[in-house]
């Protein structure tokens, strides 16, 4: 009887730290992956800042290229050297607007996260669409020698606008950033408790496991020697 009693001890204390094992292994995991996507979503987040706010700050410089030879048109500088430098700067201009539309493009087509206003990624489209739309036809213009032209375009308005939805962009991104952050330090704690009370678990099933071998084998044992040390 007392054989029976170990030996079903023995299976119950296994089975119990399989479940423990078990349990832990879950929550592990379910850890990670939350970690993961956080992190990957705080990846992408980064990602699009960097694209969006690249496009938006190239095509301020590009402002400022153009706006370099429409001074010099002002000027009514048209010696050979100075034709020459302004269209130089045109052409930098074109390239410098053209790696503003990469910087966009590779934005756009970035991976979706959850979270994000669709008005707000289409107003940041609208807004760098209107800006990049401006300075291509100020680059034209100016190519032309359309000084009057280029003075009509709004190209202020458009760059007040842009940069508008651009801080309202970053607050959003921002908000995002925190709450990623906020959930790993969520699961993180969540974690902690949980290996504290699976540690008081595993301490109390400790406790039973040595009552209970004191009880069966230990204290029998006791008394089997105590009866056979007088006998010698």
Not at 103 to 123: C, R, T
Request: hydrophobic residues 45%; proline residues 2%; neutral net charge.
């Amino acid at each position: 009887m007392k054989n029976i009693k170990v030996i079903t001890g023995v299976i119950a204390t296994l089975g119990i730290f399989s479940a423990l094992l078990l349990v832990t292994g879950i929550l592990f995991y379910s850890a990670v992956s939350s970690d993961r996507l956080n992190f990957q979503n705080a990846s992408a987040l980064s990602y699009q800042q960097q694209e969006l706010g690249g496009s938006f700050q190239t095509l301020i410089e590009t402002r400022v290229t153009i706006n370099r030879v429409a001074i010099r048109m002002l000027k009514n500088q048209r010696d050979p050297a100075s034709l020459d430098a302004m269209n130089t700067l045109l052409t930098n201009a074109g390239a410098s607007l053209n790696e503003a539309e990469k910087h966009f493009n590779n934005y756009v087509n970035s991976e979706a996260i959850a979270g994000k206003d669709p008005a707000l990624d289409a107003q940041a489209e609208a807004s760098f669409k209107q800006m990049y739309d401006v300075l291509q036809q100020s680059i034209h213009y100016l190519k032309a020698d359309n000084y009057a032209a280029y003075g009509n375009l709004d190209a202020q308005k458009a760059q007040d606008d842009m940069e508008q939805v651009y801080d309202k962009w970053l607050s959003q991104n921002a908000q995002l950033i925190k709450l990623a952050s906020d959930q790993n330090q969520s699961s993180f704690t969540q974690m902690q408790w949980t290996l504290g009370i699976i540690l008081l678990i595993v301490l109390i099933v400790l406790a039973f496991i040595w009552l209970g071998l004191q009880r069966v084998l230990l204290r029998p044992l006791q008394r089997i020697m105590a009866a056979i040390l007088p006998m010698r």
